[in-house]
């Protein structure tokens, strides 16, 4: 069964430094997406990207991130100048279709440690 | 501002009995609803999906109500088994128009066996 695939599955930073998080999404997908889980708290949506482009981000996806689709199948997220808060499992998934609007497909998650 | 609430609380249950978990709505006029299960340390995975015009859907075991009227979904397990132990995430589109997909804050089940 088709899936989506994150890695690394723990990245370890140092405060100040450049991570880039990296998803495969399923090969036939249209519409992914970027969200956050701090430790006990809710799953919260960053952004998603459709058409090559950012189609809607939230009040945390600030300058600080960056998304990018570099070829057919990679999508990743940048975050620079990382910060402790920063800290969170980062989940990407994706999408297939508008008749299917918005079901999405997770990745295992990537653990992000800042120290 | 756009609102999800889930009970917070955990629910605990008996295995065989019905769980039933609750997701009410404020400032939303949501086309249609989802509900994901979360297994600590995993992402969501995809449950079931209602349409505003459906007052019912089902699946297996699984059945979820939606009343637009209330701003109300209802989830339900029937049968339970201990292997349903897991957060479920109820999640609505932001009015924004775009993809953007706001989660509730989940309520976690445990079923006893």
């Known amino acids: 069964e088709p899936e989506v695939t994150q890695t690394p599955s723990h990245q370890v930073t140092q405060m100040g430094q450049e991570v880039i998080l990296r998803c495969v999404p399923i090969s036939n997908h249209l519409y992914f997406y970027w969200y956050r889980q701090i430790l006990g708290q809710k799953v919260e949506f960053l952004v998603s990207f459709y058409n090559n482009e950012i189609s809607e981000k939230s009040e945390i996806f600030d300058d600080q991130f960056s998304v990018e689709r570099p070829d057919g199948s990679n999508f990743t997220l940048k975050i620079r100048s990382t910060k402790l808060e920063d800290s969170a499992m980062y989940f990407c998934a994706s999408g297939s279709n508008i008749l299917a609007k918005n079901i999405q497909y997770f990745g295992a998650g990537t653990r992000l440690s800042v120290l | 501002s756009q609102k999800i609430e889930q009970n917070s609380e955990a629910l605990n249950i008996q295995e065989g009995k019905t769980a039933t978990l609750t997701c009410n709505y404020t400032n939303y006029s949501p086309a249609y609803l989802q509900w994901y299960r979360q297994d600590p340390g995993r992402g969501p995975v995809f449950l079931l999906l209602?349409?505003?015009?459906?007052k019912e859907k089902r699946k297996e075991r699984l059945k979820v109500t939606f009343d637009t009227t209330l701003k109300q979904s209802l989830f339900h397990i029937t049968a339970s088994q201990p292997a349903d132990s897991a957060t479920y995430l109820c999640a609505l589109d932001s009015d924004t128009g775009g993809f953007k997909t706001i989660f509730g804050a989940g309520t976690r089940l445990f079923v006893k066996a």
């Open positions: 209602i349409r505003e015009n459906e």
